[in-house]
């Protein structure tokens, strides 16, 4: 900014610190707004701190006053363009604390500080530009910058490109830097948000599994298994499995018949030359492995097919490519025992992961923890589920060994889920059907995303809200949608102390704890919005619903809300950018808060949890009667946020108020009229008020305004 001129008025800066990975900063060390000065520079961007989170109507009045928003950094800042904007103009908003500049201190990763000799690299890659002195990095730009200041100063310093790409709405540059220097020379470019390491990705380290993730019931004398009595195997799903190579002539892979495509009937892609791994190889067989029999050949959805690669190294495109290929080649659920243990830090692979389910929120990728003892990367990022081991059978109910626990760096709960991952015995060898046991947070992640896989075809299939297939109940579910469900199935590990905890999360997936099928006592509801439409929820916005309780045959309560985050800014410190939160009132008007618990029950009272996008409420005698659920958006600071909530217990749907469309829980008004339009001229299915099984037509209009009329 030009220069302070005589007389200036200075606003004192208020509001909260800015947390970024440089530190933290009070709103003083950010930037006091100056009256008086000249315009904003073109080409410097700023820091401009707000009172609050944003709202449509703060959004609207910023656009106004010349603000170009570039991406929110905690807790309630934006980098921005500000070259449009006088500090009159954003004084007289009334709610902006500050402004700075975002300074070339903060652009630099402090592990790049490291000489990389120190750093601990296990490939040969890595170690050999350690020993060279090179740095591998990537370089962040400022939204609407592009490439080609950084390429020309890297062809200058005698670096090299390995790939570009965009990911939420931003551009970033892998490159091999020749030394410690170069990285102040990149960060000195007004185009650089942020320089990081480049990730170092290695390996985290089925017939029992099987039976233990649906029911833990042990064979008598056949195994348990509910979802395959449902009719769920897989069957018609696809499995995304990066790791180590796959062996793809193994018994529980190879068609004789047909190549490798969309008639092979396990692999429908291979996007890597072939090879073999002994880990991607297990991994893969207990996901979607099937040799045809109920041996340790057939893996949790042996019914499902799978496309493959292996993770990236140094000199290939990103982990947000292969997720977004295997998108687009038909999975929507995702299994990964891979990671980077050289930090816990929220970096580009975590922003990555977490914007492939912000922009796509049909998908859930599932990672395995680290085989260390505590959390490292990217399992700390927010929309993925994180899943640790426990013992095998019968040893269920403590962990496998040493396995990282919780919490993230800026304090959220990871793990999420355990799964069994001592000694699993799966597939292995390069042909035949050759089994072998080993243990690990590796093995117990195939296991849980066979499980995810199961339980979006129980939603493809139909079998909510009956627990019978039908195909005019079927839809597609959202990620966070089987997200909730698997998290709602968690049970207490005993042999783990206290509950949730930082070792076994929220316990040991059992599907049948969540899923319905007919004649079970235990019933289930769900509630599925997806990101950036009608009904997802802005800053001060509540979705409210009732449901009853019944008394008899008597069943735990358990509530869980889960949502996919948008991506936080590279920088950023604390990775919650949106916030909703979960609260239940009883008949007797006592509140329950999401992760509000002791001794493994929800209590009354306590604060609302503002950093983690999983809730849940437990209540192990719920009172009977009519109960009122509260998803309330605290502070949605990005888009419109998305949601699902999963109710297990002895539950069952009050009928809703079809006027109350956007489900505020008040009386309808000029919001329900927009959001069932919105609907309408989408042609949503939600819109079929009138429940006529066809198209939103203008009888569903005459339908919503008679509901509308009356009140309800």
């Known amino acids: 900014m030009a220069g302070l001129a005589a007389g200036d008025d200075v606003v004192p800066a208020t509001g909260t610190p800015l947390s970024i990975r440089a530190g933290v900063f009070t709103p003083a060390q950010v930037g006091q707004l100056h009256l008086g000065r000249d315009a904003f520079e073109a080409t410097t961007r700023y820091v401009i701190g707000l009172d609050g989170p944003l709202t449509p109507e703060r959004a609207e009045a910023l656009a106004a006053a010349g603000v170009a928003r570039l991406g929110y950094l905690p807790t309630y800042y934006w980098l921005a363009d500000l070259s449009l904007a006088t500090p009159e103009g954003l004084s007289a ?109 290695t390996a985290r380290s089925n017939a029992t599994v099987r039976w233990v993730v649906q029911s833990a019931t042990p064979p008598n004398p056949s195994p348990v298994t509910p979802l395959y009595a449902g009719g769920l195997t897989g069957a018609g799903q696809i499995m995304g499995v990066i790791d180590g190579w796959l062996a793809h002539e193994h018994c529980s892979f190879i068609d004789t018949v047909n190549p490798i495509g969309p008639l092979h009937r396990k692999i429908l892609a291979y996007n890597t030359p072939f090879g073999y791994n002994w880990h991607g190889t297990h991994v893969t067989g207990t996901a979607v492995g099937d040799a045809g029999d109920w041996s340790d050949t057939r893996g949790v959805a042996f019914g499902a097919r799978l496309v493959f690669n292996i993770w990236p190294d140094v000199s290939e495109p990103s982990v947000y490519s292969r997720f977004d290929l295997h998108r687009q080649q038909g999975a929507f659920v995702h299994t990964n025992s891979w990671g980077n243990n050289l930090t816990n830090a929220y970096d580009g692979t975590c922003r990555a992961i977490d914007s492939i389910q912000w922009t796509y929120d049909d998908q859930l990728l599932v990672f395995a923890v680290t085989n260390s003892s505590a959390v490292r ?41 355990a799964a069994p991952g001592c000694l699993t015995t799966s597939t292995i060898g390069q042909t035949g059907c050759a089994v072998s046991g080993q243990s690990g947070t590796s093995m117990a992640t195939p296991a849980v995303a066979g499980v995810a896989l199961l339980t979006r075809q129980y939603y ?49 997936v059992l599907a049948d704890d969540a899923l319905y099928f007919a004649g079970d006592a235990r019933r289930l509801l769900v509630h599925d919005v997806r990101n950036g439409t009608a009904r997802a929820l802005t800053t001060g916005k509540t979705l409210t619903q009732r449901f009853r309780v019944e008394p008899l045959p008597a069943q735990r309560l358990r509530v869980t809300l889960a949502y996919h985050d948008a991506p936080a800014m590279v920088g950023a410190s604390l990775a919650p950018v949106n916030n909703l939160d979960l609260q239940v009132r009883s008949p007797s008007g006592v509140t329950y808060r999401g992760n509000v618990l002791a001794a493994g029950e929800s209590i009354p009272g306590g604060s609302a949890d503002a950093i983690n996008n999983l809730e849940q409420i437990l209540l192990a005698n719920p009172e009977p009667g009519e109960w009122t659920i509260s998803v309330i958006a605290s502070a949605v600071n990005v888009g419109a946020q998305g949601y699902a909530f999963v109710i297990t217990g002895n539950v069952h749907e009050v009928a809703a108020c079809i006027a109350d469309y956007n489900q505020s829980g ?27 099984g066809g198209v939103p037509d203008d009888a569903d209009v005459a339908f919503f305004f008679e509901a509308w009329a009356q009140g309800c």
């Open 93 to 201: 908003l009334g709610f902006v604390t500050g402004v700075g500049v975002y300074r070339e201190a903060w652009k630099i990763d402090e592990a790049l500080r490291v000489p990389p000799a120190q750093r601990g690299f296990e490939s040969d890659e890595r170690r050999h530009l350690a020993a060279t002195g090179q740095l591998a990095v990537r370089v962040w730009l400022f939204e609407g910058d592009t490439s080609a200041q950084v390429r020309k100063t890297l062809a200058e310093l005698g670096g090299a490109v390995i790939e570009e790409e965009r990911v939420a709405n931003a551009v970033s540059v892998a490159a091999i830097l020749p030394g410690l220097a170069s990285v102040d020379r990149i960060a000195s470019l007004g185009s650089v948000q942020f320089i990081e390491e480049l990730p170092e990705f």
């Open 377 to 417: 990367n990217p399992e700390n990022a927010k929309n993925l589920l994180a899943v640790t081991a426990s013992g095998g059978w019968p040893n269920v109910n403590t962990m496998c060994g040493t396995t990282g626990a919780g919490p993230t760096a800026d304090g959220r709960r990871k793990p999420e889920l």
């Open 460 to 508: 493809i299939n139909g079998l909510y809200p009956s627990g019978v297939a039908n195909a005019a109940d079927a839809f597609v579910p959202s990620g966070a949608l089987i997200k909730a469900t698997l998290v709602n199935s968690g049970t207490d590990m005993t042999g783990v102390t206290g509950y949730p905890s930082d070792r076994e999360g929220w316990g040991r």
């Open 666 to 692: 008040g009386t309808p008004d000029d919001a329900d009229v927009f959001a069932f339009f919105m609907d309408w001229a989408a042609g949503e299915p939600a819109a079929d008020v009138n429940q006529s």
